[in-house]
């Protein structure tokens, strides 16, 4: 059961060609991974995937229909959450506040009060549930520009995860963390994904191998191998795209 497919994706920027008859293929309810070496094309796989980029040839389906060239809010409305994009956060209101606005949302609440005035109950049970799921919970009160840049990328995640997406998918949800902080959110995206369907792009390969059911390693905008993690770390060329970097153990 596949919820992306790439079909023979190929993306140039002028005479560069940047992805390269790309196949993949996304399972319902797997963590999958892109992996590459710096500048090998993982942020344009992943912008082609939301609709930021239109293949130059090829198809990309989302649960059997073709997205490649539709809008990112036309992409997004048909159910693939890309954190950091649509799903912002507010600053100026709190962690409570922030969430109780995307489950609304995803109940087609926002507009109607009175309708939400109704189902207020369920509405904050849900919040409730995702508080605790993000680990928040003593941070309801908070406005979001007081939290700390894991807490923040904590929220964005949860924002994103409250409108119940087919596809979830980050890019470098890391970036820029010390050490603890990136095991931590590892960890929390792990446990607030399980059971869903996740594309995560990301450099660091112990990450990676911590987090991803399968990975794909992509070099140059080829994908050069699909495997689970012992398969990839095993993976003799996969190694040596790396080289010079270091390879999780
Ligand atoms: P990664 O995320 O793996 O580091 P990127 O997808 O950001 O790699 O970039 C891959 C290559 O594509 C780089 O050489 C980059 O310069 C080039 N590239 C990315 N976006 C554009 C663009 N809009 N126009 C031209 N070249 C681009
Ligand atoms: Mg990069
Ligand atoms: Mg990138």
Redesign the pocket.
Known sequence: DTVLKFENVHKS??P?H?IRDVDLDVHRGERHAVI???????????HLCSGQ?APSSGRILLDGEQISGLRPAEVNRRGLARSFQITNIFPGITVHENLRLAVMRKHGLQFSFWRFAGRLSAVNAEVEDLLDRLRLTARAGTLANQLSYSEQRSLEIGMTLASDPKLILLDEPMAGMSQEETDYTADLIREITRGRTLLI?E?DMSVVFALADRISV?VY?EIIATGTPEEIRANAQVKEAYLGEEVAA
Do not use: Q
């Not at 590459?36 to 992943?46: I, R, V």
């Open positions: 920027f002028g560069a940047i590459g070496p710096n500048g090998a094309g993982k942020s344009t796989l992943f980029f792009v450099h992509l905008g």
